[in-house]
C-alpha cells in the first residue's frame, strides 16, 4: 500500500491553502501507479521551500517525494553519487561533507531536495563561474504518464533540459546521479565590503566577481537618497587546509538548528518603520572592509538554517518574494527598480543581488547571464501589488524573466515574453504527458502547458 492522506499545502512565502491528496511513493513504480491512477492533475512536492504555488495542486493529487530517499556511496574516482529524488541537501552535506566534498551548487537554504533543485534548476551565489544545479547532474531516472524515462545531456537531452527548471511538469524525478565537488575544510574564506550606494556596488561586482568562486551582495532597498540600494558586500572562496586554524575542525557537518519561532508573529510586528530600522541596525552592523575571514559553511551559505520556520516572523499573511533577472545591457532596471519600491513606500527586507554567467540549455530554466536581485516583502503592503505589476513589464521588455520557482503573482501574459522556449517546453511536456496528467497550482495560474 502506497502511504496516502488528505492534506492541506501552501507555499513557504504563504500561498492560498490548496487541499489535495497527498500520496508518498518509494520507488518509480509506485510513482507510476500514482500517476496511473490518479483522476486528477498530479504534482511532485519536495520540502515545500518554493515561495508560490508550483508544489500544490488544488484538488489533485500530490506526490511527497520525501519517500524516495534511497543513496549510493560517493564514488571517489569520480565525486559522484546517486540519490533519490527526496533526499534534502542537509541530508547529503551531512554526509559529503566529512568524506571532504560538498555540492556543487547550494541555495540559500539545506533544506530542499534534490527534486526541488532540479525542478528548479536552483542556482546559488556561484552562478558566474559553475551555473546552475543541472549542469552538475550526469543523469536522472523520471516517471511520466507515458513511461519511465532515463535521461542525460546526451540521452534524450530534450526531455532532460524540460525537467531543467520544468517545475515538475515533465514528470516525477525519482532519483539522479550528481557531480559533488571536493573541499579540503568545511570553511570559506570570505572578503567582506560595505558601499555606500548602488553604483559603487555594482561597479564592484563586475570588476571583481571573476576572482572569487562564490559572490553574493546584501542590499538595503529602504534607504533614502543616495544612500538608497547601499549594500555589504560578501565574497568567498572554500579554504584550503593550510588557511584553517589548527583548532578549527576540518571537515565539519553541518548542526542543527538553534533557534525555532515556536509561533506566528502578530500582524503589524513588520512594517516600513520595523523593516527600515533592521535594516539600517544590519547595514551598520557589517565591517567596511575586512579580507580573509574563515566562515563556517553554514554561516557563510546557509544562515537562515540556524532558525527553524523563520517565515512565522512575517506574520499571519505572510510574505512574497520577488526575484528577477535582467540582461546586463539592462542593468539599469536594478537601482530603477529600488527607486520604484522607495519612492511608492513598499517595504522590503534586504534585498540579496548576484551576478548571473550564461545560462544553460533549460527551457524554463531562470538564469540567463546578468543581474538577479531577490527581495522580500510583506503580503498586502501598500502598494505592492501595483509596483510589481509594473516592475513586470520593464523587466519583460528589457528581455528579463521572473523566478518561477519564487512567484506567486505573475500575469500569464508576460510568460511567453520572459521565456522564449516555452513552446519547445509545452511540446516536450506534450509528448511524454499528451492528456496533461501533470499540472501545478502555478502551471493553472500562468498556463504553463498551454
Ligand atoms: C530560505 C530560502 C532560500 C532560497 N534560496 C534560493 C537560492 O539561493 N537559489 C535558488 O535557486 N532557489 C532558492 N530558494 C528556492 C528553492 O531552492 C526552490 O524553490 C526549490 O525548488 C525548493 O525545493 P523543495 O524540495 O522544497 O521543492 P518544492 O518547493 O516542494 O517544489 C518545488 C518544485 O519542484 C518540483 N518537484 C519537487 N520534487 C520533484 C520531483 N521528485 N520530481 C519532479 N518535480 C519535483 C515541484 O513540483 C515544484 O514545482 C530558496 C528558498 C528558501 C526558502
Request: charged share 20%; net charge neutral.
Amino acid at each position: 500500500m502506497i502511504p496516502s492522506s488528505q492534506g492541506t499545502l501552501t507555499g513557504w512565502g504563504n500561498t492560498a491553502p490548496s487541499r489535495a491528496t497527498i500520496k508518498r511513493p518509494r520507488n518509480a513504480s509506485e510513482v507510476s501507479e500514482v500517476i496511473g491512477s490518479a483522476a486528477h492533475h498530479v504534482i511532485a512536492r519536495g520540502l515545500g521551500r518554493s515561495y508560490g504555488d508550483p508544489a500544490q495542486s488544488a484538488g489533485g493529487t500530490v506526490i511527497d517525494n520525501r519517500g524516495l530517499g534511497q543513496r549510493s556511496i560517493i564514488d571517489p574516482d569520480t565525486g559522484t553519487i546517486t540519490l533519490g529524488a527526496g533526499v534534502s541537501l542537509d541530508e547529503l552535506l551531512r554526509e559529503a561533507i566529512p568524506a571532504g566534498y560538498f555540492v556543487p551548487v547550494t541555495p540559500g537554504t539545506r533544506q530542499v531536495t534534490l527534486g526541488g533543485a532540479i525542478a528548479a534548476d536552483i542556482h546559488g551565489k556561484n552562478h558566474h563561474v559553475d551555473g546552475s544545479f543541472m549542469d552538475h547532474i550526469e543523469a536522472l531516472t523520471l516517471v511520466t504518464p507515458s513511461g519511465t524515462f532515463t535521461i542525460s545531456p546526451t540521452q534524450d537531452s530534450e526531455l532532460f533540459w524540460a525537467t531543467a527548471g520544468g517545475m515538475g511538469l515533465s514528470g516525477v524525478i525519482v532519483e539522479a546521479t550528481l557531480r559533488l565537488i571536493p573541499i579540503e575544510t568545511s570553511s570559506v574564506l570570505v572578503d567582506t565590503e560595505r558601499f555606500e550606494d548602488i553604483d559603487a556596488l555594482m561597479d564592484a561586482m563586475v570588476t571583481g566577481d571573476h576572482h572569487y568562486r562564490y559572490s553574493v551582495a546584501w542590499v538595503d532597498c529602504m534607504a533614502k537618497g543616495a544612500r538608497l540600494g547601499r549594500g555589504v558586500l560578501t565574497r568567498g572562496d572554500h579554504a584550503s587546509a593550510d588557511q584553517v586554524p589548527l583548532d578549527k575542525p576540518r571537515l565539519q557537518p553541518p548542526g542543527s538548528p538553534k533557534l525555532a519561532i515556536p509561533f506566528t508573529a502578530p500582524k503589524g510586528l513588520l512594517n516600513k518603520y520595523s523593516i527600515a530600522a533592521f535594516n539600517e541596525a544590519w547595514f551598520r552592523k557589517a565591517p567596511k572592509h575586512k579580507d580573509g575571514e574563515v566562515q563556517s559553511l553554514s554561516t557563510f551559505f546557509h544562515p537562515l538554517d540556524g532558525v527553524s520556520m523563520w517565515n512565522r516572523l512575517h506574520g499571519p499573511r505572510g510574505f512574497l518574494q520577488y526575484q528577477f533577472v535582467v540582461p546586463d545591457a539592462a542593468s539599469h532596471i536594478v537601482p530603477q527598480a529600488m527607486a520604484l519600491l522607495s519612492r511608492r513606500s513598499v517595504p522590503s527586507f534586504l534585498a540579496v543581488l548576484k551576478r548571473f554567467g550564461k545560462g544553460n540549455s533549460g527551457l524554463l530554466s531562470f538564469p540567463t547571464a546578468g543581474w538577479t536581485l531577490a527581495l522580500d516583502i510583506p503580503l498586502g503592503a501598500g502598494h505592492a501589488s501595483a509596483v510589481l505589476d509594473e516592475l513586470d513589464e520593464l523587466i519583460a521588455e528589457a528581455g528579463g524573466r521572473i523566478y518561477l520557482a519564487k512567484d506567486s503573482r505573475l500575469s500569464p501574459h508576460l510568460i511567453p515574453t520572459m521565456y522564449p522556449k516555452l513552446e519547445q517546453f509545452q511540446a516536450v511536456c506534450d509528448r511524454v504527458d499528451p492528456g496533461q496528467k501533470l499540472g501545478s497550482d502555478l502551471s493553472r495560474r500562468l498556463n504553463l502547458r498551454g
